[in-house]
């Protein structure tokens, strides 16, 4: 799934660490991290952070309920 435009770098990694199952960042190498481990989550920020927001990440939830747990989580992120 294709994640866009995060702003808040903070929430989204609150909804990932609430997420039961594997949550990958998939670069554009092919290259996967963990997001569940935060020394993944500071490895991929260096990679995909840009001027106070992400602008774009291919993530993989392998939990179904983490997939709706992020749509949920995009559809709402600007409230």
Not at 15 to 31: A, F, Y
Not at 53 to 75: F, G, K, T, V
């Amino acid at each position: 799934m294709k994640v866009m435009n995060i702003t808040n770098v903070e929430k989204f990694f609150t909804v990932i660490d609430q997420c039961e199952g594997k949550v990958e960042l998939v670069t554009e190498n092919g290259d996967r991290f963990n997001l569940k481990s935060k020394l993944s989550q500071y490895a991929s920020l260096a990679k995909v952070f840009f001027g106070g927001r992400i602008p774009s990440m291919e993530l993989i939830a392998h939990s179904q309920s983490d997939r709706l747990r992020l749509i949920n989580y995009m559809m709402h992120m600007n409230e």
